[in-house]
């Protein structure tokens, strides 16, 4: 069998009362790549928070559901375990807990009890990770994410998911804050991931990072949907008018407006 | 209301078991006078905690041999844990109850002059050397009615001494392992350094009595002379029976270090102290201490650093974890006193709170009498943060494990800092036992 499915169906999610997703549909495919594009505030990490099980986000209507299960009945962890990783815009730094000894337990948790990896193994591969994304060793013994820079972060983030071999990843302006060169080893990380059996969706505002990561689908979210789709050349035209033309297509007002219309 | 216990021992049993042990005059006179006393003395008030219905003074004090130690191999799993595996023995003693059941140091530290072994044998062969530092600048006969209660019925304890100059890299451990459930423990603790010299200790309280009822009063006196470095670290661990008064005090000179690393793991009623001297110019101390409160236990903590000294040097750090119905306060004191200029005084108090019914209080306390100073605190009382918890179990980590890793970070602060790595493996899987 190929890869997983990941199918987001009518979704309406409030944060402390106020709505912010109103309807979002999206099915991400193992070995497809799809770029979530948008606006400031329009809800895309509302989304990717909602998918993985945030404990401040409530949905309120519609579906989550991975190969055909119902992500909403599960818990965040049995999410992970199912399949689902979101890598955060913001990560929580934990103090006293190191990066490799928290990898570790993350790796073991997948697995069955008995069934541990073998420390060897593990430190060899954490290593050829590290490598690969050009992460000074050190930054195993240090604790996790706390004093990190903005950039160390990200690629701890790509770090953890090269390691854990989710089927579904979220990439959460995985961009955001990297200089030049951290941006092509992220995305290097990020490419080698690519197989019938991963799928991605990378929320970002920019199009550089699909100069390294060519998306499969394109997708433009605002006031809280997806109001388009398409394919690369969507977020190149993004790139290079902005926003404006797809309010005017769609007949999108800004929300203070509509209000005051209303 | 207080207790008007009236004391259970009299002059004529403290005399006579001065005698049983052979101990010089200086210390049955101190014995005689300090149970004078006792029954005049106050308490000791810790701060916020009320302690007068605790039961310290009303206690078994017989006293019978217990069996020596010859190998490790006697001893019970759980004790067995304290040492690394293929430890040498050496520099090691343990106190079976009120025994002296095994005692060994190094023939090469033996004749470098440095001392250790059991506080009755010291007194015995270096009565001078004790008598000068016992009771008297660091932990007083009279500060409160338990330290009196101390001196005249102590029934235990180890006496380290390191010569001029000398510096000792191995640790030397101690183990008081009350295996009797009944009998108190009144144990001291002896540390001097003289001048230049450097030592690392670190000891553990254990017993098994989770009902039955006992006392421990027990003091720690270390003094660090000019330039001397002491590192000192303990693992408390009594079990739900044992009330507990533990006064550990250290008296640093110039250019002397003093550092603590406290795992005070008690499963009963606590008060604990902690107060380091710097007396001497440029003396430095930190005192790191965690604690972890469950059942329906009560503790108070306090950790004090007073500074007399130039450019001293100040370093408060406590960390608790409450669950179940545990209370626990921690008062941190820093105290610069007038005319100890350019010196610093930092504390961190930390309290992470696992149940609703839990209280945990932290007490930041700075007092200064010097203008010519730098000073610091930070106190919190906090539950787990739930986006921690969010980001980990994202990473598929069970609630309880994302927890564990959680705490576990929270009080590595402190535990890091246990010198022995057999003891602070230890320290973890007690921190362990007692959160999960
Ligand atoms: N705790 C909260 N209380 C109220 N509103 C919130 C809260 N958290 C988020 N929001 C609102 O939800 C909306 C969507 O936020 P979200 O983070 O999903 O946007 P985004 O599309 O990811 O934006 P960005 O591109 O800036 O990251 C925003 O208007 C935000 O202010
Ligand atoms: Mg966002």
Redesign the interface.
Known sequence: MSGSVLEVKNLHVSIEDKEILKGVDLTVKGGEFHAIMGPNGTGKSTLASAI????KYEVTEGTITLDGEDVLEM???E???AGL??A?QY??E????TTS??LR??IN??REEGDEIPLMKFIKELDKDLDYLDIDQNMATR?LNEGFSGGEKKRNEIL?LMQ?KPDIAILDEIDSGLDIDALKVVSKGINKMRSDNFGCLIITHYQRLLNYITPDFVHVMMQGRVVKSGGPELAKRLEAEGYEWIKEELGIEDEETAEQNA | MTVETKLPFNQEYIQAFSKDRNEPGWMATLRSKALEMADSLDMPKPDKTKISNWNFTDFQHSYKEAAKIASLDELPEELKAYFDKDASMENLYIQRNQTAAYNSLSQELQDKGVIFTDIFTAMNEHSELVEKYYMSDAVAVDQNRLTALHAALMNGGVFVYVPKNLQIEDPLQAIFWQEDTDSALLNHVLVVAEEGSSVTYVENYISHNDTEETVANLVTEVFAHDNAQVAYGAVDNFAAGTTTYVNRRGVAQRDAQINWALGQMNDGNTVSENITYLLGDNANSEAKAVSVGRGKQTQNFTSSIRQFGKETDAYILQRGVMKGGASTIFNAIGKIEHGATKSNSEQESRVLMLSEKSRGDANPILLIDEDDVTAGHAASVGRVDPLQMYYLMSRGLEQEEAERLVIHGFLAPVVSQIPIESVRKQLTQVIERKVY
């Open positions: 993985m099980g945030h404990p818990e965040v962890d999410r992970a375990r990783f979101l955060m990560p929580s934990i103090s006293g807990v000894d928290f337990s993350a948790a997948k604790y953890q854990l």
